[in-house]
C-alpha cells in the first residue's frame, strides 16, 4: 500500500544520521524520523509505525506520536491561537491543525473547541481541518440496517436533538423525545441506526432497536442492586432520568429488565423501591 500522508503508516528504517533515522517513504522518498521519537534499540531494516505529515517548512516528517485524529476523521479539537489567516488547533502534535478562514462554519475563538473534519489539501500536500464538516460527509449512499452498531461523535445541537457524525462517513439524527442521558457536544458514544430513510438521511438511537436485550440490563440491575447492598428506592413508576442516572438506561428498558428479574423470583418490587431475594 501506498505511503499516505496523514495516516499512520508501517515504514522500514534505512539509516540512521545525526538527527534521526530515515525512513523507506518509497513513492515519497525518504521520511526523516527525528531522534526526539526514536524508540530505544531501534536498528537498520527494522520496522516502526509512524504518523506522516508536513512540518513548519513544509518537509515530510514521521513521529511516532499519534495525533487525536488522523485524515478523513473528525474530532472535537481546542483552539490555541488564532492569526489573520485562520486557526490553530491542539491535534497533540508540535505542529498544529490549521483551519483557514474559509474553512470556519462559524467564526473560531481561541480556547474554544469546536467539531472538525480533517483533510489532505491535495494542492498543497498540508493536512488542515474545516469545521464545515458536513461537506466532507454523507457523499456515500449508506448501507446501513436497523440495529447496526455504529460509532458516534455528538457534533450539533439542533431544534429536534443532537446531529452526529456516524463512523467519519456519514451524519445522523439524536432525537430528543429519545434521550435517556445527557449528550454534549464533542462526546464519543456507542450508537445504533434507528432507520435509513428514502432521501438517505440517517435515524439513530442510543439503544439498540428491534432486539430485547433484557438478559444485559437486568444482569446490570442486579450488579448495581448489589452494590449498593441490595435496595434502591426506585420502581417503574421513577423518574426517567432517577432511573437514568443509577442504572445508565432508558425507564423503558428498566422496566422490561425489573419484569424479567421478578419473574426469576431475583427481586421483591415493594411500593417504594426494590429488594433482592
Given at each position: 500500500?501506498?505511503?499516505?500522508?496523514?495516516?499512520?503508516?508501517?515504514?522500514?528504517?534505512?539509516?540512521?544520521?545525526?538527527?534521526?533515522?530515515?525512513?523507506?517513504?518509497?513513492?515519497?522518498?525518504?521520511?526523516?524520523?527525528?531522534?526526539?521519537?526514536?524508540?530505544?534499540n531501534i536498528s537498520e531494516g527494522d520496522e516502526i509505525d509512524?504518523?506522516?505529515?508536513?512540518?513548519?517548512?513544509?518537509?515530510?516528517?514521521?513521529?511516532?506520536?499519534?495525533?487525536?485524529?488522523?485524515?478523513?476523521?473528525?474530532?472535537?479539537?481546542?483552539?490555541?491561537?488564532?492569526?489573520?489567516?485562520?486557526?490553530?488547533?491542539?491535534?497533540?502534535?508540535?505542529?498544529?491543525?490549521?483551519?483557514?478562514?474559509?474553512?470556519?462554519?462559524?467564526?473560531?475563538?481561541?480556547?474554544?473547541?469546536?467539531?472538525?473534519?480533517?483533510?489532505?489539501?491535495?494542492?498543497?500536500?498540508?493536512?488542515?481541518?474545516?469545521?464545515?464538516?458536513?461537506?466532507f460527509l454523507d457523499n456515500v449512499s449508506p448501507d446501513y440496517?436497523?440495529?447496526?452498531?455504529?460509532?458516534?461523535?455528538?457534533?450539533?445541537?439542533?431544534?429536534?436533538?443532537?446531529?452526529?457524525?456516524?463512523?467519519?462517513?456519514?451524519?445522523?439524527?439524536?432525537?430528543?423525545?429519545?434521550?435517556?442521558?445527557?449528550?454534549?457536544?464533542?462526546?464519543?458514544?456507542?450508537?445504533?441506526?434507528?432507520?435509513?430513510?428514502?432521501?438517505?438521511?440517517?435515524?439513530?438511537?442510543?439503544?439498540?432497536?428491534?432486539?430485547?436485550?433484557?438478559?444485559?440490563?437486568?444482569?446490570?440491575?442486579?450488579?448495581?442492586?448489589?452494590?449498593?447492598?441490595?435496595?434502591?428506592?426506585?420502581?417503574?413508576?421513577?423518574?426517567?432520568?432517577?432511573i437514568s442516572t443509577l442504572f445508565g438506561m432508558s425507564k423503558?428498558?428498566?422496566?422490561?429488565?425489573?419484569?424479567?428479574?421478578?419473574?426469576?423470583?431475583?427481586?421483591?418490587?415493594?411500593?417504594?423501591?426494590?429488594?433482592?431475594?
Amino acid at each position: 500500500m501506498p505511503v499516505q500522508i496523514g495516516k499512520t503508516n508501517r515504514l522500514k528504517v534505512l539509516r540512521k544520521v545525526s538527527v534521526g533515522v530515515y525512513l523507506d517513504g518509497d513513492t515519497i522518498g525518504d521520511v526523516l524520523l527525528p531522534n526526539r521519537y526514536i524508540p530505544q534499540n531501534i536498528s537498520e531494516g527494522d520496522e516502526i509505525d509512524v504518523f506522516i505529515y508536513l512540518d513548519s517548512e513544509d518537509r515530510l516528517i514521521a513521529t511516532t506520536e499519534v495525533p487525536y485524529a488522523h485524515v478523513g476523521e473528525c474530532a472535537f479539537l481546542k483552539v490555541v491561537s488564532v492569526s489573520r489567516v485562520g486557526a490553530f488547533l491542539d491535534w497533540g502534535l508540535i505542529k498544529d491543525l490549521f483551519v483557514p478562514f474559509r474553512e470556519q462554519a462559524v467564526r473560531m475563538e481561541k480556547d474554544c473547541a469546536y467539531v472538525v473534519y480533517v483533510y489532505l489539501d491535495h494542492d498543497t500536500g498540508r493536512i488542515a481541518a474545516s469545521s464545515k464538516f458536513g461537506r466532507f460527509l454523507d457523499n456515500v449512499s449508506p448501507d446501513y440496517k436497523p440495529g447496526d452498531e455504529v460509532d458516534l461523535l455528538i457534533a450539533e445541537k439542533t431544534p429536534l436533538g443532537f446531529r452526529a457524525v456516524i463512523n467519519n462517513v456519514h451524519t445522523g439524527m439524536l432525537y430528543d423525545n429519545q434521550l435517556f442521558k445527557p449528550l454534549e457536544i464533542g462526546h464519543s458514544v456507542r450508537g445504533y441506526i434507528a432507520k435509513v430513510r428514502d432521501d438517505d438521511k440517517i435515524d439513530l438511537l442510543l439503544e439498540q432497536p428491534g432486539y430485547e436485550k433484557t438478559d444485559s440490563h437486568a444482569n446490570h440491575v442486579l450488579d448495581v442492586l448489589k452494590a449498593k447492598g441490595g435496595y434502591l428506592a426506585v420502581t417503574d413508576k421513577s423518574d426517567p432520568d432517577e432511573i437514568s442516572t443509577l442504572f445508565g438506561m432508558s425507564k423503558k428498558n428498566f422496566k422490561k429488565a425489573l419484569g424479567a428479574l421478578y419473574k426469576q423470583r431475583l427481586v421483591i418490587i415493594e411500593d417504594k423501591g426494590v429488594r433482592l431475594v
